[in-house]
């Protein structure tokens, strides 16, 4: 089974700076797309940003120019850098990918348990 384990969510002052890690095992051929999204309490998900096999990024409007989405495609890990954090960021961020696996000729897509974000003084 295909798994993304999310790591480095916690409390920040405004201002400061965190990344969170993502890190995708399993049956796994390729990653495709790798993104991430977060959710506030009684808010929709929404889309932070997302990124392709190729490197190409696309971010919300919320998020241009503070965050960061990268990816080691070796290691089958996507980051959030997230920089000059505002107290509207916190939320939880879940990590998303969509995949090949080695043997069925389709795509999935995974989620990843989420990580907290607080963001406050």
């Known amino acids: 089974q295909v798994q993304l384990v999310e790591s480095g969510g916690g409390l920040v002052q405004p201002g400061g700076s965190l990344r969170l890690s993502c890190a995708a095992s399993?049956?796994?051929?390729?990653?495709?797309?790798m993104a991430w999204y977060r959710q506030a309490p009684g808010k929709e998900r929404e889309l932070v940003g997302s990124?392709?096999?190729?490197?190409?990024?696309n971010y919300a409007d919320s998020v241009k120019g503070r965050f960061t989405i990268s990816r080691d495609n070796a290691k089958n890990t996507v980051f959030l850098q997230m920089n000059s954090l505002k107290p509207e960021d916190t939320a939880v961020y879940y990590c998303?990918?969509?995949?090949?696996?080695?043997?069925?000729?389709?795509?999935?897509?995974?989620w990843g348990q989420g990580a907290l974000v607080i963001v406050s003084s």
């Open positions: 998303y990918a969509d995949y090949n696996r080695y043997t069925t000729y389709r795509n999935f897509e995974v």
């Open positions: 399993g049956n796994i051929f390729s990653i495709n797309t």
């Open positions: 990124i392709t096999s190729g490197g190409n990024t």
